[in-house]
């Protein structure tokens, strides 16, 4: 079955810290990837998104992610955080017209 | 941009109604689209998709005598929560996307409290 997996559920860090957040899929064929992140009390917001082309993924806010086939990931990066950047943030996989399969999800808390 | 239009965005009810949310694509036309829940501090778990002129297709665990899915049009599709209880209080939230490389547009999302 499809699957997204997501190894951190709750990542605390400093600001101006470095940001990694892992991202796993299990999917056959071909798959478009996807960040999104909510922040508190908001609706979801698309990052950034992979369907072909350079595996390094810039987004908005800083944010890149980096599409390693041979390792099934899709792994989230910025190079700083902002206490802003507190938010879930959610990484998405899906094969050809399907529907989108959320991973769990990873909390970020960014303090002062 | 494409842009999908969900209403309402927050409805209160009493145990035992029923209530319609309304997904509308606004400027693209979507004959698939995609209604999910997520409860507090939860992930988005697909329901159901929906299917522009046929029937909705539940994933597992989703009754559907219980959210009743029509897709009327080619930008609208309705889920109804029938005589809703406590334990359905939860955001519901819809999606779709145009055809082609195009990510998925998510409504704004209605949240379901049930009394």
């Known amino acids: 079955a499809q699957s997204v997996s997501q190894h951190n559920h709750h990542v605390i860090l400093s600001e101006a810290a470095s940001l990694e957040l892992g991202c796993n899929y299990s999917?056959?064929?071909?798959?478009?990837l996807f960040w999104y992140v909510q922040y508190p009390g908001q609706h979801l917001q698309l990052l950034l998104k992979?369907?072909?082309?350079?595996?390094l993924v810039k987004g908005i806010k800083g944010f890149e992610a980096e599409f390693i086939k041979s390792k099934f990931s899709f792994n989230l990066r910025k190079p700083s955080v902002q206490w802003s950047d507190t938010a879930e943030y959610f990484c998405?996989?899906?094969?050809?017209?399907?529907?989108?399969?959320f991973g769990k999800g990873t909390r970020l808390s960014v303090i002062a | 941009g494409a842009v999908v239009s969900q209403h309402p965005s927050w409805v209160i009810c009493k145990s035992g109604t029923s209530v319609k949310i309304e997904c509308r694509s606004l400027?693209?036309?979507?004959?698939?689209m995609f209604w999910y829940r997520q409860f507090p501090k939860q992930s988005l778990m697909l329901m159901a998709t929906?299917?522009?002129?046929?029937?909705?297709?539940?994933e597992q665990g989703v009754e559907k005598d219980k959210f009743l899915i029509n897709h009327a049009s080619l930008t609208l599709s309705t889920l109804t929560v029938t005589s809703a209880h406590p334990e359905d209080s939860s955001f519901y939230i819809c999606?779709?996307?145009?055809?082609?490389?195009?990510?998925?547009?998510f409504g704004d999302g209605t949240r379901l409290s049930i009394l």
């Open positions: 999606s779709a996307y145009p055809q082609g490389h195009q990510p998925q547009h």
């Open positions: 999917y056959g064929g071909t798959v478009n």
């Open positions: 992979y369907f072909s082309g350079d595996p």
């Open positions: 998405a996989a899906r094969g050809g017209n399907t529907p989108l399969v």
């Open positions: 400027d693209f036309q979507a004959t698939t």
């Open positions: 929906s299917n522009e002129g046929s029937k909705a297709t539940y």
